[in-house]
């Protein structure tokens, strides 16, 4: 049934479309209506993967191990603390690692990401980012993954080759420890409240900025921010006076209920929970799919991906019963239940990797290495066009590139670096899209966001 007729049906009383029909129509035109908005994010490098927060707030992870909230009105940041453990045992890796993963209960009352050393796992309080447990000594490697089975329970995939299940439990009910007891730069009127202060700081730009992140009040429930100066970056304090009485939250210290490793495939790139069947899927990069059952987590299958090379994006269509898996030249659609390989599209942009990808009614949308946007119909098993023959690519803007000795010596001689599209995701109503990313050569630092819309 086609829109013009569920609308004309609603005329004579037939009640309203079913909303599936529109979002497959919306899905399929909304691309061609979009136009990009950039947002300057200083001088971070890359982002690696961002969630929803609000109508108008993302939350972003970066490779130079930042966390932070983005306001698309305004272009407002504020900088969320890394919570740190103990000091890892390969300190360059820490450095060079990044924060790869962001995840939101279902909820939307926790959320889960990286730490400040990427073996670590960090929970924070929602909306007001209160830090509540930090979960370490499980994972060798870094966390590449993490997703929720319900508001209690979530999985990490790391580049050790493993998974590992996490239980969250009340705050309360942990034995809290404060990993930082200096006191604060300002006496607070009200005890009760807890801030987290950021020094005035400037960016590349020249603009300074002073936040404050406020524990959220218990009749509110809003992170709140105060700039002193028109939007840049934030920081935090290093060294707190020590006159206040005023302390930092502190948070507890968490270990995961059970860790398995992959019988096939090395380093663990993504992993989707199917609430359906009850089991994780998780991806490697070299080209394995493995899944366990979420009951005891006993592996019920493994085998090897459609292509062996670059497997770092994995999504899941529920309602289609799909799961499609991006590699470095082709994105491979395989049965939920079954596994078995259904179709493959090739991308685009060979080469350079199907960075991130989701789906969203008929319409599976990939994040290229080569900075484009494509869109692919799964009903029609055809991209889609500009209405003139050509398939239709949203390019990514300029984002912003640090000139560095590592530019000069190895990456002068090119003018132009498209900007990889690491993370997107559209919001609830699939009307605005939101992208996220920076230059594909590791050894770049630069960084790219923006909304479209």
Aim: hydrophobic fraction near 35%; include cysteine; aromatic fraction near 8%.
């Amino acid at each position: 049934m086609s829109v013009f007729e569920c609308i004309q049906r609603r005329q004579y009383g037939y009640g309203a479309p079913p909303a599936d029909i529109l979002m497959n129509y919306a899905s399929r035109k909304m691309p061609l209506l979009f136009e990009e908005r950039e947002y300057h994010l200083g001088t971070l490098n890359k982002v690696f993967a961002a969630q929803w927060l609000s109508e108008n707030q993302v939350v972003c992870a970066t490779k130079c191990n930042k966390l932070f909230v983005l306001n698309l009105k305004t272009g407002e940041r504020v900088v969320i603390p890394s919570l740190q453990g103990a000091s890892s045992a390969n300190p360059s890796s820490v450095e060079h690692s990044g924060n790869h993963s962001v995840a939101i209960n279902p909820s939307g009352t926790l959320l889960a990401t990286g730490g400040k050393d990427p073996l670590t796992l960090a929970i924070y309080s929602l909306p007001s980012f209160d830090p509540l447990h930090l979960g370490q000594g499980c994972h060798h490697d870094w966390i590449f993954s993490i997703v929720w089975l319900d508001d209690k329970f979530l999985v990490t995939g790391s580049r050790d080759s493993s998974v590992a299940v996490w239980k969250i439990e009340d705050s309360s009910q942990s034995e809290q420890h404060s990993v930082r007891k200096q006191p604060h730069s300002q006496t607070a009127s009200d005890s009760s409240a807890e801030e987290l202060h950021s020094e005035t700081a400037a960016d590349s730009s020249g603009v300074a900025v002073s936040c404050h992140l406020h524990a959220a009040d218990s009749n509110t429930g809003q992170l709140q921010s105060q700039t002193a100066a028109e939007s840049s970056t934030a920081q935090l304090h290093s060294h707190p006076a020590e006159d206040s009485d005023v302390h930092l939250p502190s948070y507890s210290n968490i270990q995961s209920v059970m860790r398995k490793t992959c019988s096939l495939g090395e380093k663990v790139r993504a992993v989707v929970f199917n609430s359906r069947s009850e089991e994780v899927v998780g991806l490697t990069s070299n080209g394995y799919l493995n899944v366990w059952n979420v009951n005891g987590m006993k592996e019920v299958f493994s085998a090897a991906a459609p292509f062996a090379r670059e497997n770092t994006s994995l999504t899941l269509d529920p309602e289609r019963g799909l799961f499609a898996v991006g590699s470095q030249s082709h994105v491979s659609f395989l049965d939920a239940v079954t596994m078995k390989h259904v179709l493959n599209v090739p991308s685009k942009d060979k080469g350079t990797g199907v960075r991130s990808i989701s789906f969203r009614g008929d319409v599976v949308t990939m994040g290229t290495g080569a900075g484009s946007l494509l869109f692919y119909d799964v009903r029609a098993r055809r991209f889609l066009d500009c209405n003139c023959g050509m398939t239709l690519r949203l390019r990514s803007g300029d984002g912003w590139l640090k000139y560095d000795e590592m530019y000069h010596g190895f990456f002068s001689d090119q003018l132009h670096f498209p900007n990889a599209v690491y993370a997107h995701l559209y919001d609830p109503a699939g009307v605005r899209l939101f992208t996220a990313g920076g230059p594909l050569p590791a050894g770049l630092w630069g960084n790219y966001a923006a909304l479209w819309s």
